[in-house]
């Protein structure tokens, strides 16, 4: 088991070498540090010095790899590659472009994006679960077909449509909570409130009909026809047969996104005012400030990798079936 | 033919290189049983015609906004009988509504409006002036006294295109029977009592009734969007309907060829891992293994902003804003499907790995048929049905992603019709007051029958393809 | 009271689906009393299955019971509100199942799965029913009771599962067993033993049985009554002694003539097919073996640890050595993970073998270039055991047979090979315009012959038959058996009959190689290996066979 886990984690090593490879390709050499600086500076009237300039108070004056202008050991460190490269692995993401400690910004606004991010997977996870177990119990009726219309209506709606849609209910008709804004501390759930309602709404659709699809699938096995014919009422068939062996794949698919809570969403945060990291990553965008675009890239990629991790380890736990060796 | 001088667009040419091979695919699947058979299913069902029907619109207005010209310039020189085009690109979607192209207001108007939205001061005949809503320079100008006519004149017209549109509806409705009644070589009026029965093998009552509520839609919507905007006037006065509909490209585009952009890796790669396994089934696993550990959005966005960069730079390559705005939408294409690959890639993998330990392939390995052929003649078939369902299931999501996209400025060009722009430049009009909701409702709604039915199609067609739920 | 635990009378079951209604179960009555076992036997669409899942009313959504009534000790099941039914499964009723490695829920442990009853039915708390559980898997006798109470179903064998299973049906001891193919998917000595309990728990507990298969050996040893169902209806229905010594229904007596046995060696089974009554002399061909295996193995390695280094083998197949004489049949025969079809895949390599020599007419296949062994694929051919996988679906049966005559390129002229195809087919039994259609259109039979065809086709020297019939019904495989002979009479092919049906070896093979584990432990002619059996495993498994004599029939 733990000699499973280790390899596991030494394979994720040549991954985020990967990772950072494609985003030093893509920031570097796709387009040079001149063009990056000639599109912030405005296209005409650029001085060199100018140029020189804004690279050097970024840190992008070095050469890409190889620097000859100095000796031993600085050859290697006074390059692009390894200043801002290479200093990911080790989770120093720099400063951004507009000189911020990307490092701090993000251990500070992890949480607001936690607070968000919990509650509104563990609530949306628990009620699609249980409309998905009522329309499995009620299978092959007009309850269970309309049911999946209804759902396949509620995924064909833009996720713009039900954060515009309620906070506009909220803000103009309902008026009971704050539609924007974000407070730290026990007073601020009211804030927390909408933005994690609409994930949840706005999610409900297709999850649930997943989560059906799992629960039939289960249905129509022979271990399930074993306890109906112990004479175990459908319910109980339903909560201690069925639900165990469907909660596998559930709870496993729930797993691999765990870390990337820490993320947030760009599209809510940015929505209702939570300064979260998915605002902070859409303004990075907005600002076109490339070190924290970078950075998030990697963090993104990294906290993917544990929730790979994650699930291999849950698989041990979850299933008996599973065991590593 | 055309009225004017092609253009090709990057996009045009794919777009119809898809239809193409759309269509080859199905003459192709008419003469093998066991690909008809699942198709015959999904005419079959209820479902499945109203979304082809409700698709079939969509997709056809899609590619006649897909052919693109520069039109032929107006007031040319008659006497020297030189043809002069214009320097703008327009298709011939553009064409047929040009109504509603040409018909600008100052800024926004209610839908079926005969007043702006905002006032403005005017120089009454006496002098004074006043702070009024002025009429409208293009909607509803036919009226005299709005206000007293104007209920009137909607439903008049609303008629007018309901009539033509039954009209229409009949003479499809007999056409159709018609063809029916001399393939099953059937009296004409047994047909028609099989298909409004509902006896038939294919829901015809449905087709009929999904056709009838389209013509009835589109021929009532076009009497009015002739007077009208139906859907009100945006912030620098173009009608939201046109937008609307021109978004429809975007949105089509963006759904069916970034999936094919991707489906050549995705199979080629899949296959080979599974098939071959070894040293190239660990490179690929960690090919896509990395590109799946970056987040999509995140992906999407670095590479929007090279994209952004590089464009800056290299500004002089594109010879017009359409051109600009097309490539943009390619790369949008290409890089989604850079992200969504890997799905796919895994689906084909596993399925080519259990395929490869089946008796079938056993079976062709002990006669000696070489690897190349096996994977052709083997292999491919069967996973085919993975690689259409997987091209039907993408689609919406794509439609959605691409509104998402736009909304944070890493879609398409700002330029470029598509439901994303319309939302994202209509959401501040929410807070106006009174609010400005026709601009979004019109976005949402238009992406939203799309979406739905492109859904439902979907699930149409996975359960005609996929073997396991079948019998 | 009628003297009957169980009477059905009239049941009519019928499945509906979109496009058609198929009636499964046909107005079928019988009656079955206290303590005894009733056979239901018939081949697979008979409709004995649902049958079984309408008395018990667990019968598919797609499937309901349109007439008839289900009496069990005086009440009507079908008249039973849902509510009581449930109160009758599982403690009145109860119901074993075919497949034992699918039946038990894979994330609960196996006690709770039978604690589970005696909550539900006789309301005890769980340390009692603990108690309880731990009896019952002692009665059922499973070792160590104390340890699998805890263990999941995937830590259990086949047989123990379905030891579990029957623990699970008798915990609240029942007056009726449904089993339904208790043991088709088990070893031959596993099944032994099942029945065995089975037999003695029904003494013990003095319950009814309605027992469903397909196996007539197993309804001789087993029943009380016999009850022959062909087409969702039943046929023929006696006691064991009369149905076994003159059955009465013209079905039945074509279910035993298809039985084979030694007895009928060197006969066909079914009338009309041509007599082969010896083996082709082969004068023109050499008296030696067309195939050598020496020492064959083939070790698929276990690997471990942080970096998966290899830290053992499983050895599928150690050590085997087999001869194949030209136009006899070698039957290797073993149960299952024996390490048999390993054999006939490392023979082909199709499995690269680990070591050991395959020469196959002075050649060694083992150790030749993939050109080479391109040469020599024609010579060896395959047939396997599922014919429903063995044809790729997308493909005219046609181009199936065809495409290893293109591929080895026997007949380069497209003409020729389309007559070639035509031909074969016509060997096989099916119509020659069968090239025109796609495997799904045929019964398993068919496809089983155009499997054959296909490995016809590039003349082989040796066929290596995967358990080629055991997919497939008794009266199905008698045609597929006689077909196989046939052709060995007619082009002197050689056969390695790879099976676990030692009926089928006794009528059909001259040699015979038993294995066990990944190796021989006894090879030999036929009538010497089983009527005088050396090895210890051999007269395991040949005493766990259930013996018929099929009856004979008087012109």
């Known amino acids: 088991m733990i000699a499973y886990i280790i390899r596991r984690a030494l394979y994720a090593i040549p991954i985020l070498i990967g990772v950072n490879v494609i985003t030093f390709m893509l920031f570097f050499v796709v387009n040079t540090p001149d063009d990056m600086a000639r599109m912030f500076l405005g296209q005409k009237h650029v001085t060199e010095e100018q140029i020189a300039d804004w690279k050097a108070e970024r840190g992008y004056h070095h050469p890409l790899f190889y620097n000859d202008e100095e000796d031993g050991i600085d050859t290697i460190r006074k390059t692009i590659f390894y200043t801002k490269s290479l200093r990911l692995f080790i989770f120093d993401f720099g400063r951004s472009d507009s000189g911020r400690d990307i490092g701090f910004d993000i251990s500070q606004r992890m949480w607001p994006s936690l607070a968000i991010a919990v509650p509104q997977l563990i609530i949306g996870l628990l009620v699609a679960i249980t409309f998905a177990l009522l329309i499995a119990f009620f299978r092959a009726t007009y309850i269970d077909y309309w049911a999946v219309v209804i759902c396949v209506a509620l995924m064909s709606i833009s996720s713009l449509f039900y954060i515009i849609g309620g906070q506009y209910m909220m803000g103009k008709i309902l008026r009971v909570v704050p539609i924007s804004g974000f407070e730290s501390g026990l007073f601020g759930v009211k804030f927390l409130i909408l933005p994690v309602l609409i994930g949840i709404v706005g999610g409900i659709g297709s999850s649930t009909r997943w989560y059906r699809t799992i629960f039939l699938e289960e249905m129509n096995r022979d271990y399930v026809r074993t306890a109906r014919a112990k004479g175990i009422a459908e319910q109980t068939v339903l909560f201690r047969h069925v639900l165990r062996n469907a909660l596998i794949p559930i709870l496993t698919g729930v797993v691999v996104i765990l870390p990337l809570l820490f993320m947030g969403s760009l599209i809510t945060e940015s929505f209702f005012g939570i300064p979260g990291l998915g605002s902070y990553t859409i303004d990075a965008i907005n600002r076109q400030d490339f070190a924290i675009v970078r950075s998030m890239v990697f963090l993104g990629a990294f906290l993917y990798i544990v929730g790979l991790l994650l699930t291999d380890i849950s698989y041990t736990l979850v299933d008996p079936r599973v065991r590593f060796s | 033919m055309l009225p004017g001088k092609p253009v090709f667009l990057l996009t045009d040419i794919l777009v119809f290189g898809l239809m193409l091979c759309i269509v080859l695919f199905f003459l192709y699947a008419m003469r093998k049983p066991h690909l008809r058979e699942p198709w015959r299913q999904v005419v079959r069902s209820k479902a499945g015609v109203i979304s082809m029907i409700v698709l079939s619109v969509y997709v056809g207005i899609a590619l006649l906004d897909s052919v693109h010209f520069h039109p032929v310039l107006e007031n040319q020189n008659a006497a020297s009988g030189e043809v002069h085009y214009s320097g703008e690109v327009i298709s011939l979607f553009d064409e047929m509504v040009s109504g509603l192209r040409a018909s600008g207001e100052k800024t926004y108007s209610a839908p079926f409006a005969a007043y702006l939205y905002a006032k403005e001061t005017v120089q009454q005949d006496d002098g004074t002036k006043q702070r009024v809503y002025p009429r409208l320079s293009w909607g509803a100008v036919h009226l005299d006294n709005p206000e007293a006519q104007k209920t009137a004149d909607v439903l008049v017209l609303g008629a007018v295109g309901a009539l033509k549109g039954i009209a229409v509806w009949l003479v499809l409705v007999t056409l159709l029977c018609l063809v029916l009644s001399v393939r099953a070589k059937r009296s004409f009026r047994a047909t028609l009592g099989i298909l409004l029965g509902g006896r038939s093998g294919v829901p015809w009552r449905t087709v009929i009734l999904t056709l009838g509520a389209v013509v009835l839609v589109l021929l009532v919507g076009a009497e009015w969007a002739a007077k009208y905007h139906v859907l009100g006037t945006d912030k620098v006065g173009e009608d939201v309907l046109y937008q609307a509909l021109k978004s429809i490209r975007t949105g089509v585009v963006i759904g069916t060829l970034t999936t094919l952009l991707m489906l050549p890796f995705a199979v080629i790669f899949g296959i080979m891992a599974g098939y071959f396994r070894g040293w190239i089934d660990d490179v690929i696993q960690y090919l896509y293994t990395t590109l799946n550990s970056i987040p999509g959005v995140l992906l999407i966005a670095a590479a929007v902003l090279m994209l952004n960069v590089y464009m800056s730079k290299h500004a002089e390559q594109f010879a017009s804003l359409t051109q600009r705005a097309d490539l943009r939408l390619l790369f949008l294409c290409l890089i989604l499907g850079l992200t969504s690959w890997t799905g796919l890639c895994r689906l084909l993998r596993a399925e080519t790995l259990k395929l490869r330990e089946v008796d079938f392939i056993q079976a062709a390995t002990a006669f000696g048929v070489g690897r190349v052929q096996t994977i052709f003649r083997h292999i491919l078939p069967n996973v085919m049905h993975i690689v259409l369902i997987t091209l039907v299931l993408d689609f919406s999501g794509l439609v959605l992603a691409e509104a998402v996209l736009s909304y944070i400025n890493i879609g398409v060009d700002p330029t470029m019709n598509s439901w994303g722009n319309m939302i994202n430049s209509a959401r501040l009009e929410m807070a106006r007051e009174p609010v400005v909701w026709w601009s979004l409702a019109a976005s949402l709604f238009f992406m939203f029958t799309l979406v739905l039915f492109a859904n439902l199609f979907a699930d149409v067609v996975r359960d005609a393809l996929d073997p396991r739920l079948a019998r | ?555």
């Open chain 3, 1 to 555: 009271m009628s003297e009957f635990l169980l009477q059905v009378q009239d049941l009519t079951t019928v499945f509906r689906t979109s496009r058609r209604t198929l009636t499964a179960v046909d107005r079928i009555s019988f009656g079955i009393r206290e303590g005894e076992t009733f056979a239901l036997v018939g081949e697979s669409g008979s409709g004995k299955s649902v049958t079984a899942l309408s008395v018990i009313r667990l019968l598919p959504e797609a499937a309901s019971l349109t007439s008839g009534s289900i009496r069990f000790e005086g009440k009507d099941l079908l008249k039973l509100p849902e509510r009581d039914m449930r109160d009758m499964r599982g403690s009145g009723i109860s119901m074993i199942f075919q497949e034992p490695m699918t039946s038990l829920n894979p994330v609960v442990k196996v006690g709770r799965q039978i604690s589970e009853v005696l909550i539900r039915h006789r309301n005890m708390s769980r340390p009692q029913a603990r108690q309880r559980v731990l009896d019952l898997l002692d009665a059922v006798r499973i070792p160590r009771p104390s340890q699998t109470i805890d263990m999941y179903a995937h830590e259990l064998s086949g047989g123990m599962k379905q030891r579990v299973m029957i623990a699970i049906a008798l915990a609240c001891e029942p007056r009726l067993l449904i089993a339904d193919e208790p043991t088709t998917a088990l070893d031959v000595t596993i099944q032994a033993q099942v029945l065995e309990l089975i037999n003695d728990l029904q003494r013990q507990f003095k319950m009814a049985i309605l027992f469903i298969t397909h196996d007539l050996a197993v309804v001789k040893q087993v029943a009380d009554q016999v009850a022959v169902m062909k087409d969702g209806q039943i046929v023929e229905q006696s006691s064991n002694g009369v149905f076994f010594s003159s059955p009465q229904h013209a079905y039945s007596w074509d279910l035993f003539a298809a039985l084979p046995a030694m007895e009928k060696r060197g006969k066909p089974l079914l009338e009309g097919n041509s007599h082969r009554l010896h083996k082709p002399v082969m004068e023109n061909m050499t008296k030696n073996d067309v195939l050598q295996v020496r020492d064959l193995a083939v070790y698929f390695p276990i690997r471990k640890g942080l970096f998966k280094r290899t830290v053992g083998y499983v050895k599928a197949v150690d050590g085997v050595s087999l001869d194949i004489p030209p136009g006899q049949t070698v039957a290797l025969v073993g149960e299952s993970g024996s390490g048999k079809t390993t054999v006939g895949k490392g023979i082909l390599r199709l499995v690269q073998p680990t070591m050991g020599e395959v020469t196959y007419l002075g050649l060694p296949i083992h150790e030749i270039g993939r050109n080479q062994l391109l040469e020599q694929r024609a010579n060896l051919q395959i047939v396997f055991q599922d014919p429903y996988s063995s044809m790729n679906p997308r493909m005219l049966v046609g181009s199936i047979i065809e495409e290893g005559i293109k591929a080895l390129d026997v007949i380069p002229d497209a003409q020729a090979r389309k007559q070639r195809v035509l031909e074969l087919l016509e060997q096989v039994g099916l119509d020659k315009d069968a090239h025109l259609r796609y495997p799904h259109e045929f019964s398993g039979g068919q496809r089983q012959r155009i499997c054959i065809a296909r490995a016809l086709a590039v003349d082989p020297k040796i066929i290596i038959c995967d358990e080629p019939t055991s997919a497939l019904d008794v009266s199905v495989q008698a045609q597929i058996l006689d077909l196989l002979n046939h052709l060995q009479e007619q082009y002197a092919i050689s056969y390695l009959f790879i099976t676990h049906n030692m009926s089928v070896v006794a009528y059909f093979a001259d040699r015979v190689a038993v294995m066990y584990q990944g190796q021989i432990v006894e090879q030999g002619e036929v009538e010497q290996v089983l009527t005088d059996p050396q090895h210890e495993y051999t007269r395991r498994l040949l005493s766990a066979v259930p013996k018929l004599v099929p009856p004979i029939r008087v012109a």
